[in-house]
């Protein structure tokens, strides 16, 4: 039997639930045989900001156990640069394109989103839980308020479904997500990176300049993974699980915890080749247990709807 792999975000239709994960993937156009980036169900863009951004200085990236810290801090080439330099192969590639958005103020996240309304992309993944920069990121996703106010803005200027990346660096993660939805967001994406820090003992000082950084990869993954369902149990939104999705079974427990699609991050940088690879092997794990649907692992976990 094959499974049907086809789901739905909202109004945005994919041919199956994988995409990659913002930020660790370009901007979706490079290097697309080597990735066989044309079997996903979308493609997320690198975060784009109204202006070109260097990032932040190195060093950049520091490997921990089953992990990464990274703070590159949104460098990206702006969002001209982008319409101009990288949709158009975007758009070769088949899958839908999702474009992560950035902004230091609730202004400029509009700004971004009503340049790329000339593109006609897809959709957009509002990035308002950026560990790395100094204005913006965190201070918007830390707050219901900030964010209702960044997606009521942006909401202005589309009608086009709306995803919001949510931080896990809050105490109440369901509160911001319910802010974005009230103000029109279509679902939610969780989740960014966890805030970490390591030291140079040899220099008895911070490794980053920025002293914390954001931690991905397989040892975020049975946090994301609560946070999905601390979401997917008290939220009717589409949702789009992430932290440290590696295997199908990986993808499979987001799903069943209540993610309708999953994107794949750190493990492009070892495979670029993985998230293509997941549709595969997402597709054998569900055959096997006599799936037709993978619809039908959605928010499938027993009791997760059941109040403690």
Not at 80 to 88: D, G, P, R, Y
Not at 121 to 131: D, G, I, K, Q, R
Not at 190 to 195: E, G, I, R, S, Y
Request: one cysteine or more.
């Amino acid at each position: 039997m094959t499974c049907d792999l086809s789901t739905d975000l909202g109004p945005l239709g994919l041919a199956n639930p994988v995409m990659n994960a913002s930020g660790t993937f370009g901007y979706g156009d490079e290097w697309p045989r080597l990735c066989n980036t044309a079997v996903l169900g979308a493609i997320v863009t690198k975060t784009l900001t109204l202006e070109p951004r260097a990032g932040n200085p190195p060093p950049r990236l520091q490997e921990t156990p089953s992990g990464l810290l990274n703070s590159i801090g949104l460098q990206n080439v702006g969002v001209t640069a982008f319409l101009a330099e990288h949709l158009s192969a975007l758009r070769a590639l088949r899958p839908p394109v999702i474009a992560s958005v950035g902004g230091a103020s609730a202004e400029e996240f509009a700004a971004v989103v009503e340049r790329l309304e000339a593109g006609a992309l897809e959709a957009y993944e509002l990035n308002v839980s950026c560990p790395n920069v100094a204005q913006g990121g965190l201070s918007f996703g830390r707050s219901p308020g900030e964010t209702a106010r960044v997606v009521r803005g942006v909401r202005r200027v589309t009608q086009r479904p709306l995803f919001v990346k949510l931080t896990p660096n809050v105490t109440d993660i369901v509160a911001i997500g319910r802010a974005a939805l009230d103000e029109g967001a279509t679902g939610l994406t969780a989740v960014n990176t966890f805030l970490g820090m390591e030291i140079d003992l040899e220099r008895s000082r911070p490794r980053f300049g920025r002293v914390g950084a954001g931690l991905s990869g397989p040892a975020i993954r049975p946090l994301a993974l609560y946070r999905i369902w601390e979401l997917a149990r008290s939220l009717d939104c589409p949702l789009i699980g992430a932290g440290g999705i590696v295997t199908a079974r990986d993808a499979a427990a987001f799903m069943m915890a209540g993610a309708t699609a999953v994107q794949v991050g750190t493990a492009t940088l070892r495979d670029p080749a993985r998230p293509a690879a997941l549709v595969t092997e997402l597709a054998t794990f569900a055959e096997a247990r006599g799936l037709a649907r993978i619809r039908d692992l959605v928010a499938s976990l027993e009791g997760l709807r059941d109040v403690p």
